[in-house]
């Protein structure tokens, strides 16, 4: 069992940043690879980025603005979004999986956290 809190969202202008954190609790925890997803109003949750058994993997849409970290001594997974847009705004969630292959598919996940909100003005 695998519990995960995220934290760290909020209201941002565009241009600004947000470091979002993913505390993960559990005997268990280090062996998941853990993703980063977000879920808009009225659309499908979608994959922003994940860690792997040390690679990271990110969605076109975030490359060179958003970058994943893991502090497995902290149990934690944060996600540095810079250059933040509108389109950025949404609730993000962590998750945790043992399909190390398929870390972009959200179905693959076992465990997820609550999520945070995260809202970018134009």
């Known amino acids: 069992q695998v519990q995960l809190v995220e934290s760290g969202g909020g209201l941002v202008q565009a241009g600004g940043s947000l470091n979002l954190s993913c505390a993960a609790s559990g005997r268990t925890a280090s062996r998941f690879a853990v993703g980063w997803f977000r879920q808009a109003p009225g659309k499908e949750r979608e994959f922003v980025a994940a860690?792997?058994?040390?690679?990271?993997y990110y969605a076109d849409s975030v490359k060179g603005r958003f970058t994943i970290s893991r502090d497995n001594a902290k149990s934690t997974v944060s996600l540095e979004m810079n250059s933040l847009e509108p389109e950025d705004t949404a609730v993000y969630y962590c998750?945790?999986?043992?399909?190390?292959?398929?870390?972009?598919?959200?179905?693959?996940?076992?465990?997820w956290g609550q999520g945070t909100q995260v809202t970018v003005s134009s």
């Open positions: 860690t792997s058994r040390g690679n990271k």
């Open positions: 998750g945790a999986t043992l399909d190390y292959l398929r870390v972009k598919m959200p179905r693959m996940y076992n465990y």
